[in-house]
């Protein structure tokens, strides 16, 4: 595809049409996000579990690094839950033996539960970044005004075409059509609803066949042949997450990074860390919390923090939220630069043959 033809490598002057995911809560570096955006990527910083200070001190960072597009992701707000005592007893019990494994004490559960994210939208707006994306839902049209005001491109993240409609309805400029296999947390809109479970197939055709606006696939995709798939089927870029969490200048755990390479590794879908449905490699408090109390998001997700924090110290997987797509098997260890390189070049030579 020439380049004056595809929307995203127009607006922004991207080599080729990869944009790396936002991979909030460690792997998301100005490192690997520079790196990413220098070899003509669009690099997204993850910023969603950054207060306002850090927001600004992490895309300065990132800006001496790079003087290409950047792109600024953080979650849509959710409304804060109410929590029974029931509840709150249940959930302090479910994890009692953990956190006495790993000797954390039983934090509060206070709300909030979540950052502000108001202040964290101003923090990002301060720095104007090219693009800013989000999941988790719609934001309201003064929030996308600003951004058009300040010439930032937003972004948004569906799972279903209903969900497509509704974002493109809400005026933003370009959308994630986020399938099953991806890595991370599912962007689905209603928080306590079922996983509508599309794949990405399927649902980049569907918002294709019905949207205006570019499409950007994201779940699942490894390689150029991967990228050249999401292409032929009509989506303007892919956005890989899964791929880079192996590349030096990524902030992947040592022990995640274990889990990446491990034998025997499989992905699931679970609500045990956040509340929320996301997919990673199956672990130990995956298994023994499904069954178990889990407060609604975010509520679980500052609840279980410090049992992950430990694990993580503690160079143990077990407890860790071990983000992963269905790619897996296909996962590369090399810098993110080159990753970007390789990529662009198996863009080049893929072919298929129908006969
Ligand atoms: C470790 C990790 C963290 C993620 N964090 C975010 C995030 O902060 N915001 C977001 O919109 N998506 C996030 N995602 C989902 C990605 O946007 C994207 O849907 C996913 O990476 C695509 O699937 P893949 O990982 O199989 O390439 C994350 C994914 C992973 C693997």
Redesign the pocket.
């Known amino acids: 595809m020439l380049a004056l033809e595809n929307p995203i490598l127009k607006a922004l002057g991207l080599k080729g049409p990869l944009i790396l995911?936002?991979?909030?809560?460690?792997?998301?570096t100005p490192e690997l996000i520079s790196a990413v955006s220098n070899a003509g990527g669009l690099g997204?910083l993850?910023?969603?579990?950054e207060a306002p200070e850090q927001i600004v001190q992490i895309i300065q960072k990132t800006r001496s690094l790079t003087s290409k597009p950047i792109a600024v992701?953080?979650?849509v707000p959710a409304k804060t839950p109410e929590l029974s005592a029931d509840q709150i007893n249940l959930a302090i019990e479910a994890t009692k033996k953990y956190r006495e494994e790993l000797g954390v004490p039983t934090p509060k559960i206070d709300p909030p539960y979540a950052l502000d994210f108001d202040l964290q939208f101003e923090a990002m707006l301060s720095q104007k970044p090219e693009v800013f994306?989000?999941?988790?839902g719609l934001l309201s049209s003064d929030y996308i005004q600003e951004c058009r005001k300040n010439r930032i491109i937003t972004c948004g993240?569906a799972t279903t075409l209903e969900e497509g409609l509704q974002a493109q309805e809400s005026g933003i400029d370009w959308l994630?059509a986020?399938?099953i296999?991806?890595?991370?947390?599912?962007?689905i809109f209603s928080s306590t609803e079922e996983d509508p479970g599309i794949g990405l197939f399927p649902l980049v055709r569907s918002l294709v066949h019905n949207l205006k606006i570019p499409v950007i696939a994201?779940?699942?995709?490894?390689d150029g042949a991967g990228i050249v798939a999401v292409l032929a089927l009509g989506a303007s870029a892919?956005?890989?997450?899964?791929?880079?969490?192996l590349c030096e200048e990524a902030g992947?755990s040592k022990p995640y990074r274990e889990a990446l390479v491990s034998k025997n590794r499989k992905t699931k879908t679970t609500r045990v860390f956040s509340g929320r449905i996301?997919?990673?490699l199956e672990n130990r408090f995956m298994k023994e919390m499904e069954t178990r109390q889990i407060l609604p998001f975010p509520a679980q997700n500052a609840f279980t923090r410090d049992i992950r924090k430990r694990s993580a110290e503690l160079g143990k997987s077990d407890f860790l939220?071990l983000?992963?797509?269905?790619?897996?098997e296909l996962i590369r260890e090399m810098k993110a630069g080159e990753l970007v390189a390789v990529l662009f070049e198996e863009l080049k030579t893929a072919t298929y043959r129908v006969s």
């Open positions: 995911s936002p991979l909030a809560g460690g792997p998301s997204s993850g910023l969603a579990y992701n953080l979650f994306s989000f999941t988790f993240t994630v986020q399938g296999e991806a890595g991370g947390h599912r962007g994201a779940g699942g995709i490894m892919a956005q890989l997450g899964t791929a880079f969490l992947t996301a997919r990673g939220s983000w992963s797509g269905q790619g897996i």
